[in-house]
């Protein structure tokens, strides 16, 4: 039988066969030998056991991975504002579009609460967006507006939903899935910031078809790729590299002369201010790895990774027989010498 893993927990899957039963499923040690690792959004093979459950024989290829969130074959992000309460900060919504775009699958922006601001800010946004390579859909999970365009972007297909807390997601989520219990988190008045809700990465399965991945959120992503490729996430930027190429193949768009992109939109600022913060965590990543290292990766049951310290190498380590008996042939030997 075929199904997808819409849950882990421990050593224990939840499996949506395709043919609409959920199955409680085990990860035979097989796989756990070879290193296979399974994640929720895996295709696969089971075999069938007593008692209602199943056992995974095998793992079929995956189209797409991600480790944060660890999931597979994802196809979209649907990525989640709040243009008021909390504001809708540009900075920080840039931050989230570049590590969304950094995974390459499709990108949908989101912009929740639109019933709390005008139609002219409303067009404002628009614009504004359209400039950074966006057409974003507004809606609102009080009224209804625009909910059923969105439902048509994420139907038959396994999407991310994610942004910071307190945007909405999880209310979101609950109207896409009608019986879906998520406990809302209430947006601190003081701080306007969201509680974080959601504890771990799980797929819901729509009405109309295809699963949501409410996936835990995180406030500040971090840029895990190379400073060079920065610039290929600003689509407004990367559709000028399309039209003109730089001077240098090289450039980093900062500091270089003949630049097309240098300084001429309006994310400029953003871009340089990533750009170092990428260079810094880079540098920082290969001081690591010239460093002898003093961790070691396991694998836990469910195939996540995790590290520990390494102990010290001769200290902890049990001397063999043979080295013993050696040692003990030489000391009957200097003995026998001296009583000589």
């Known amino acids: 039988m075929i199904g997808t893993v819409i849950a882990v927990q421990a050593n224990f899957y939840q499996v949506r066969l395709d043919s609409q039963v959920t199955l409680l499923c085990t990860r035979p040690t097989r796989l756990k030998k070879i290193g296979q690792s399974v994640l929720v959004g895996d295709r ?79 067009e404002q946004w628009s614009i504004k967006l359209k400039n950074w390579g966006y057409n974003p859909y507004f809606f609102s999970v009080n009224t209804q507006e625009g909910i059923e365009s969105l439902k048509k972007t994420i139907q038959n297909k396994i999407t991310i939903l994610a942004g910071p807390s307190g945007v909405g997601k999880s209310s979101l989520a609950s109207i896409l899935i009608p019986e879906l219990d998520i406990r809302i988190g209430a947006v601190s008045g003081k701080l306007q910031k969201g509680r974080h809700t959601t504890r771990h990465v799980e797929l819901f399965e729509l009405l109309e078809g295809g699963f949501i991945a409410d996936s835990p959120g995180f406030n500040q992503p971090n840029f895990d790729f190379l400073p060079e490729l920065l610039i290929n996430y600003f689509p407004e930027a990367k559709e000028k590299l399309a039209k003109n190429n730089c001077k240098f193949h090289n450039c980093i768009h900062r500091d270089e002369p003949d630049c097309v992109v240098k300084g001429e939109w309006e994310r400029y600022e953003y871009y340089l201010r990533f750009l170092e913060e990428t260079i810094v965590n880079n540098q920082k990543i290969a001081q690591t790895k010239n460093q002898e290292s003093t961790q070691k990766t396991k694998f836990k049951s469910d195939g996540t990774k995790y590290t520990e310290p390494k102990l010290e190498s001769k200290k902890y380590r049990r001397v063999s027989r043979k080295v013993s008996n050696q040692e003990l042939e030489n000391l009957s030997f200097n003995v026998f010498d001296e009583d000589e």
């Open 44 to 122: 696969v093979i089971i075999k069938s056991s007593e008692f209602e459950r199943g056992a995974i024989a095998k793992v079929l290829p995956r189209i797409t991975e991600l480790e944060r969130p660890p999931i597979a074959n994802a196809e979209q992000i649907l990525l989640v504002f709040a243009l008021e309460e909390p504001t809708l900060d540009p900075v920080q919504l840039s931050r989230f579009l570049v590590k969304a775009e950094s995974t390459n699958l499709r990108l949908i922006l989101g912009l929740n609460k639109v019933d709390l601001i005008t139609i002219d800010e409303k």
